[in-house]
């Protein structure tokens, strides 16, 4: 029987993917990067919010270093842009995605973290870049993504050292937004999920779409897209709705 290494469940609008490679850690290996690739390609239609969470004592130890393979440069160029279209799938598919992290997020694992829009943490959440310490480099996103979290130089330190960050070190450096009891980020995950899943798609896709987009720009350039997303979105009939209801709501309505 092939095992299962990601399982998924739908419930409303909410979809939630959970890495199930506990013995390893929920290490990445090809074949569990290939069913996260299988479980992101068929959301279910009408999902409004994404859960992304580890299964076992640890949301995910990164590369499964016991598959590392000799590969050509090309070959190993070609591995790392499969990451990149993976996680850029996570953070531009413009869905809100919500990671329940826990134990170890670790090299990959971190990567896989920072391109989740919201992020959630237990105490026992230890953030590592090890690659320095194994000869190797980031080719998951972490020089893009991890970076522009807590800046390059902070990063690079951690590569070159390889240390350990904790939990609420880790608050404060931004690698999670938010940071909660033992045992509780899956259940805080699934209350952000909701309340995110309240908000408009339409503006929904926008801010995962474009946020992160208009931080890779120049200013005027991120302006010009700011007011282009602005016209998308803000003259939707289900935005002029939920302005007309909140307009009743306060006593601001039209007067008749």
């Known amino acids: 029987m092939t095992e299962q290494l990601v399982r998924t469940e739908s419930d409303g609008f909410i979809y939630t993917i959970t890495l199930a490679r506990p013995q390893k850690r929920n290490a990445v290996s090809d074949r569990l990067l290939r069913a996260l ?6 959301v279910p239609e009408g999902t409004r919010a994404i859960i992304l969470a580890g299964d076992g004592k640890h949301f995910c130890a990164g590369l ?13 160029m070609q591995h790392s842009q499969w990451w990149h279209r993976i996680f850029h799938r996570i953070q531009h598919g413009g869905i809100p995605v919500i990671a329940a992290l826990h134990g170890a997020v670790i090299g990959g694992g971190l990567e896989l973290a ?4 919201i992020r959630v943490a237990e105490p026992d959440t230890i953030y590592q870049l090890p690659e320095g310490r194994h000869g190797i480099f980031v080719g998951g996103g ?33 690698l999670s937004h938010y940071l909660v009891g033992a ?16 908000n408009a798609p339409m503006a ?38 939920r302005i007309g209801e909140f307009l009743k709501r306060k006593g601001q309505g039209p007067r008749t």
């Open 37 to 42: 690739e299988e479980a992101l390609t068929n």
């Open 64 to 76: 499964d270093l016991a598959e590392h393979q000799h590969r050509e440069p090309f070959g190993v």
């Open 114 to 117: 920072s391109a989740t829009h």
């Open 142 to 174: 972490a020089s893009v993504r991890v970076a522009r979290i807590i800046g390059a130089g902070r990063m690079a330190e951690m590569m070159l050292t390889g240390r350990i960050i904790d939990a609420e070190e880790g608050q404060r450096l931004g």
């Open 183 to 198: 045992g509780e980020a899956l259940e805080k995950a699934r209350q952000l999920a909701e309340r995110v899943a309240e």
């Open 204 to 241: 929904n896709w926008a801010m995962c779409s474009a946020i992160a987009r208009i931080d890779n720009m120049a200013s005027d350039d991120g302006l010009f897209v700011e007011s282009l997303t602005a016209a998308v979105t803000q003259t939707s009939p289900e935005v002029a709705e």
